[in-house]
């Protein structure tokens, strides 16, 4: 997957976590998580309930920034759970597929 696609998707599900109701720092560690599980050099993010900003560098030195504006928030439990999940299986595949090679 290339650095932009990657810190696309991360964001996304991070997004979608603190519209739903995660902790700050709960959103921040799984995009970093996510990241770091494609062997990113450098993941820093950085939430505040309205806005997200993150910065990639990718093992070749290249850097990408994204930011998202957030305006919208709900408290939904249920889908929290399934993008923690979601979030959780990024890293395990990774990881499994880096053992296999």
Do not use: P, Q, W
């Amino acid at each position: 997957m290339d650095s932009k696609m990657l810190l696309t998707c991360a964001l996304d599900i991070g997004e979608k976590m603190l519209i739903s109701g995660a902790e700050i720092s709960r959103v921040e560690d799984s995009v970093k998580r996510i990241c770091n599980a494609y062997d990113v050099k450098r993941i820093d993010v950085f939430t505040i309930t309205s806005s997200m900003v993150a910065t990639l560098e990718d093992k070749d030195g290249n850097s990408i920034t994204e930011t998202r504006r957030i305006t919208k928030h709900h408290t939904d439990l249920t889908k929290l759970h399934k993008l923690n999940d979601l979030s959780r299986k990024i890293c395990l595949l990774y990881t499994s597929d880096a053992a296999d090679d």
